[in-house]
């Protein structure tokens, strides 16, 4: 097998699980706690913003607290080998987690967002935000209080980087998704977007995902196993 130069990997919250970053649909998930509707939508927003921000600020502080994994590691070690050969690794990433950039990756697409950015709803400013968000926060490029919200895609949003990612499968050697469960579009669909460019594709989670079968591949196992060992394939087979 020719060894993979340009990758496209798809991360989900189980690449963050081993780190103690609680995944979503797992038995303990996050929406086995919270409704998504008060918590994950622009309607919950704007109805109950105090509890919005406190389920932000209570993920931001967690997430603060805990360090990358070997899954998050092998991933930044394989993109720096594989600029070091004249390739590719897009990281693609569901994750609003900043523990792949913790890790060293660089080339991060975070279709999601980032818990560690608020925007302002008045006039969509995005500004750096490592420590708690509320509704009396008043915006520093447009002076209005009530509309600093987290820098996240809630359901109903439009994810980012979509056609970005699409170009990256459209000249990828490899698609991999690595910890998540297929549930949500239109990351779940990249699979089958590889597949019909005849882009092999790889799974490697804890068990099969909702769409297991598209994949050309599937390992199963913690991430902090199957993902290190994998990327030790290819940079022995490159
Ligand atoms: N190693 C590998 N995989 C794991 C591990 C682990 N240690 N722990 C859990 N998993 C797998 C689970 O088996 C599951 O398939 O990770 C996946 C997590 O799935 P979800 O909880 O549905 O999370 P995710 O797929 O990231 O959700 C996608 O849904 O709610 C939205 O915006 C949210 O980005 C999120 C999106």
């Not at 797992?26 to 998504?36: E, L, Q, S, V």
């Not at 050309?216 to 993902?227: D, F, M, P």
Request: aromatic share 6%; with cysteine.
């Amino acid at each position: 097998m020719r060894a993979p130069k340009d990758i496209v990997v798809l991360t989900g919250s189980g690449v963050s699980a081993e780190s103690g970053v609680a995944t979503f649909r797992d038995a303990d998930g996050i929406w086995a706690k919270y409704d998504y509707r008060e918590v994950a939508t622009p309607e919950g927003f704007a109805a109950t913003p105090d509890l919005v921000h406190e389920f932000y600020n209570m993920r931001r502080t967690a997430i603060a607290a805990v360090n990358p994994n070997a899954a998050h590691m092998a991933l930044a070690k394989l993109e720096q080998a594989l600029a070091e050969r004249g390739g590719r690794l897009t990281l693609v990433t569901q994750n609003v987690d900043n523990l792949h950039e913790r890790a060293g990756s660089k080339n991060i697409l975070h279709m999601h967002g980032e818990l560690n950015k608020a925007e302002c709803a008045s006039c969509a400013a995005v500004i750096e935000c490592a420590e708690d968000l509320s509704i009396d926060i008043v915006c520093a490029s447009c002076n209005r209080a009530g509309g600093m919200r987290p820098h996240v895609v809630w359901f109903g949003e439009t994810p980012r980087h979509v056609e970005e990612t699409a170009d990256a499968i459209m000249g990828a050697d490899l698609f991999v998704s690595i910890g998540t469960s297929g549930s949500v579009y239109p990351a779940a669909g990249f699979v089958a977007e590889a597949h019909a460019l005849g882009v092999p594709t790889m799974e490697l989670n804890l068990e099969p995902s909702l769409n297991a079968d598209l994949f050309t591949t599937g390992r199963y196992g913690l991430a902090t196993e199957v993902v290190p060992g994998w990327v030790e394939e290819v940079l022995a087979a490159s």
